[in-house]
């Protein structure tokens, strides 16, 4: 049985046709910015040829052909996440039901997409973000990184595992489910050779599991976000339908059908955006409500005075509603909300922000994820010949205090130097040097 052929139980052949065809065409390409470094106003002027998004404010098509934007200067320094256009459906749909500081699980967050949607959109919550895959978080931990976002916990491991740390912690869960990954075949070709029906009932089973688990994790009144990226129905519709049976404390909140969106009559409230009807490579979400009345305990604050002289020292500010403390070689400035993170039986990668480097104790170095998260007035702006300069690793002259400060370029900061003698010593991480052809920008 082939891909196309099984759907025919649950559309007819004029959609699956329609379906087909969108596959054999060029996958799109989207971006979402990151509100604390672009307005929309400015990315368009840069960029006259975008398109908006439908839904979601902030984010714009584009043609990859006229732009290459995951090799700009502005993606490099975090102005912007590169996200299929259905893949930010989960994340603008579950802002609508979040409060302020909302605690969040993205259960299976790998490379981050929706754990940058949930803090771009709503920027007091606080995000737990877990895969089990330790190499992908790496990925995850760097994008957060650029983004300079702070409000996020990065670990890995199986969560099964921390079932007594997490029981009924959370206010809303996206579970973006491993599946078979059908809306992935315009972008990869090994993954239409790769599809089968087995592999579509195998991933429901693991399904089923994880959506089990996950609403364990969430406090009375919480929010389940089911999202995948197939078109299975096995895997969509079928893993609520089973759940709902289960579950007679939960429900469905209904999701508006719009333009482009679509769902199937066996499941009034769930949404489908497939490639034919909506901009994007496709992705089924079905929102769930855990009913009965929220609780919430008070977090535990734990001083650590050593963390707080070095960031005095450094000049480092401690965000309200955040903590500095060390872990291992690091200090971070993590969230009070996510205090629990670090006494959690997984790998940590990422507690809030790194602030700084302590891997050789008598020589501290400050972080470029702090850098990153700052704004532009507490920075040294550059001129174009020297943000070039520093992107590509270079010393230069620079009038300042001595010591470690941070610059930046068209209002974007892009990392620290050390001044010293009026000549700024590069500290820009070596992985990211590149040579750019930088907008031209007067401070």
Known sequence: MDFIDSLSSYYDSPFLENLSSALRKEPTHCLFLNPCKMSEEAFSSLYPKVRKHPLVRGAFYYDKAEYDLGKSFFHDVGAFYIQDGSSMLPGYFLSKYLHEGSLILDYCSSPGGKSIDCAFMNPSSCILSNDLSHPRQLITSKNIERLGLGNLSIVSGDLAKAKG??????????????????????????????????????????????????????????????????????????????????????????????????????????????????????????????????????????????????????????????????????????PENLGFASSLPLSLIRLGIKALDLSKPSNPIPDLHYARTLQAPACIPLNIEEAKKYLRGEAFPLKGPSGFAVVSYFGLPLGYVKIAGGIAKNHYPKGLRRDYGLPSFSN
């Open 165 to 334: 740390w997490l029981e009924g912690k959370f206010d809303a869960i996206i579970l973006d489910a491993p599946c078979s990954g059908s809306a992935m075949m315009r972008k990869n070709e090994e993954a239409e050779a790769d599809w089968n029906m087995g592999k579509v009932l195998a991933q429901a089973k693991i399904q089923k599991e994880l959506l089990d688990l996950a609403f364990r994790f969430l406090n009375f009144g919480g929010y389940v976000m089911y999202s995948t990226c197939s078109f299975s129905y096995e895997e969509d519709e079928g893993v609520i339908l089973d759940f709902l049976a289960r579950h007679e404390d939960a429900e469905i909140v209904p999701l508006p059908v719009s333009d482009g969106l679509y769902c199937h009559p066996s499941l009034p409230g769930s949404l489908h955006a497939f490639p034919h009807l909506f901009e994007g490579e496709g992705q089924f979400l079905c929102l769930i409500k855990k009913k009965g009345y929220p609780f919430h305990s008070t977090p535990s604050w734990k001083t650590d005075k050593e963390a707080e002289r070095l960031c005095k020292g450094f000049g480092i500010e401690i965000p309200s509603g955040f903590q500095a403390l060390i872990k291992g070689d690091s200090l971070y400035l993590e």
